[in-house]
């Protein structure tokens, strides 16, 4: 976008302001109201970038100071449980469906960009972020009152329906910072392998687990081929990609015996798509999409037996509002970072809160079994 708008431009604002407030109106906000939820534009150019690049736009938009909302996350939600988004698509969002179409932007060359662009930014952000553990994931709200404690209740019960037992061998498919394996070698006695893509990661988790009998690898998952007691994978799934489903849950298989469990615990989208959000894609994580029930259901099909499927959604809005406040009240502690990173970022948190609150985007924990449990599977909750 140009500096300053051309005469024609100039011309076409009031009716552009216009179509963008009609279409604003089907969500209930508006431009220059008075409720925390409404727009407040800053630049008038602002409904021709709208309308011509949808959520991109909106994003970057934000990010640039053309707009802002009392309350961000009231703004977004308004807008997707509107569904307007699917009133306004830009260009970028069919390009990124070409082009998930035609190419793996999963493959194990490509597999650690995010690792280098998001995990990597710094662990002085997530530390900030995450509170006293380093979960980058949903907690478990349904007992506990802050952070901390659903991420502690979300780690005990997924080593609950593991059925950990001290002994035990597991493996952390995405591992990130190394607490979930410590979580379980501390409280069940067991050993394990994670492996990620984030070199920082790594390098956190290995002095976190140290003196535990836990091994930390930076390593694609497809190189996985040994046997595990026990297999689980928390927000990793996301970066995998429907090309590469099958493979996925084929190494899974392959690392388990009979007898074994998989858990896998995801963000879940509510229809099959092939690629995400631009604005998502562009600046938070390149190469990701959400999977479906079907999808999941398909790559796993012939595999494994589907012992449960447990849906928590509504606590990542939770714990995104946590997160949040937690960077917010944080900023002057991080230097490092600008203040558009800080407008982006904010309006990561935000738009994220939003979908889980519209009940666009789902959380799931899938567990999974090679044959069945003899006599049924009882899941904890």
């Keep these: 976008m140009s500096a300053t708008p051309s005469p024609a431009t100039v011309m076409r604002i009031p009716h ?42 909106l994003g970057e938009s934000y990010m ?10 009231g703004l977004l939600y308004h807008l997707l449980d509107a569904r307007i988004d699917e009133r306004v698509r830009g260009i970028a969002a069919y390009l990124d469906g070409l082009r998930a179409q035609l190419f793996n932007l999963q493959t194990r060359s490509r597999s650690f960009t995010v690792g280098e662009r998001h995990y990597d930014l710094g662990n002085d952000l ?10 980058y994931s949903c907690g478990y709200w349904r007992e506990a009152t802050t952070l901390d404690e659903a991420q502690e209740a979300k780690l005990d019960l997924v080593c609950r329906k593991l059925g950990l037992q001290p002994g035990m061998r597991v493996l952390d498919i995405g591992c990130g910072w190394g607490e979930a394996l410590k979580f379980a070698a501390e409280r069940y006695g067991v050993s394990g392998v994670g492996v990620t893509i ?34 689980f994978s928390i927000g990793m ?25 998989f858990l896998l615990h995801s963000i879940g989208s509510n229809q099959s798509q092939h690629h995400t959000d631009p604005w998502i894609a562009r600046y938070i994580f ?39 406040d937690n960077v917010e009240a944080a900023w002057p502690q991080l230097p490092s970072y600008d203040e558009r990173f800080r407008r982006m970022w904010r ?29 049924g599977y009882i899941a904890p909750r």
């Design 16 to 57: 552009l302001r216009h179509r963008l407030e009609r279409l604003l109106a089907h969500a209930d906000v508006r431009v220059d109201g008075d409720r925390d939820w409404d727009l407040q534009m800053h630049d008038p150019r602002l409904p021709m970038r709208l309308l011509a690049q949808g959520s991109l736009g």
């Design 64 to 73: 640039d100071g053309w707009w802002d909302a009392r309350s961000l996350d």
């Design 126 to 135: 997530y530390a900030a972020m995450l509170g006293k553990r380093l979960v």
């Design 198 to 231: 984030s070199r920082e990661q790594a390098d956190y988790a290995r002095r976190l687990c140290d003196g535990l009998p836990i091994e930390i690898r930076v390593q694609d998952y497809r190189e996985l081929d040994e046997k595990f007691d026990r297999v």
């Design 237 to 261: 799934f996301e970066h995998v990609g429907v090309k590469n489903y099958r493979r996925y849950f084929e190494v899974a298989r392959t690392c388990l015996p009979e007898d074994g469990l």
């Design 286 to 324: 390149p190469n990701s999409m959400l999977p479906s029930a079907a999808q999941i259901a398909r790559a796993a099909e012939g595999l494994f037996v589907m012992e449960d499927w447990h849906g928590f959604g509504p606590d990542y809005d939770r714990t995104l509002q946590a997160w949040r």
């Design 347 to 375: 309006f990561y948190l935000s738009g994220s809160m939003a979908s889980f609150r519209a009940r666009r985007i789902q959380l799931w924990q899938v567990m999974l079994s090679p044959r069945g449990i003899r006599g």
